[in-house]
């Protein structure tokens, strides 16, 4: 299974290796990042396979959620299927 990590907030040093931390902490493996700045906004998208991942989808979610709060930021994980139901008629 597929997801998009998406990380939106005030640019700080060390953004990057924290979202990577949680991953790698998770066996979450990155598959294709983009990030930019725009302004002084730090926005970054990720394409991560879950298909290894050591927990559930909750507490995948949970986790960045909490890695958000600690980093001031903003990191939402959502599912391939979210996707894929959108796109379903």
Same mark, same amino acid.
């Not at 005030?10 to 931390?21: E, N, R, Y």
């Not at 991560?48 to 507490?59: I, M, P, Q, R, T």
């Given at each position: 299974?597929?997801?998009?990590?998406?990380? @939106?907030?005030?640019?700080?040093?060390? =953004?990057?290796?924290?979202?990577?931390?949680?991953?790698?902490?998770?066996?979450?493996?990155?598959?294709?990042?983009?990030?930019?700045?725009?302004?002084?906004?730090?926005?970054?998208?990720?394409?991560?396979?879950?298909?290894?991942?050591?927990?559930?989808?909750?507490?995948?979610?949970?986790?960045?959620?909490?890695?958000?709060?600690?980093?001031?930021?903003?990191?939402?994980?959502?599912?391939?299927? =979210?996707?894929?139901?959108?796109?379903? @008629?």
């Amino acid at each position: 299974m597929k997801a998009v990590i998406t990380v @939106i907030g005030q640019d700080t040093v060390g =953004v990057v290796a924290k979202v990577s931390a949680v991953c790698a902490e998770l066996n979450i493996n990155i598959e294709d990042v983009s990030q930019s700045i725009m302004q002084d906004m730090f926005c970054m998208i990720m394409l991560v396979d879950l298909s290894k991942a050591n927990a559930g989808a909750a507490e995948v979610r949970d986790r960045f959620a909490a890695l958000g709060k600690e980093m001031k930021m903003q990191v939402t994980v959502t599912r391939q299927e =979210v996707f894929d139901a959108m796109h379903t @008629i």
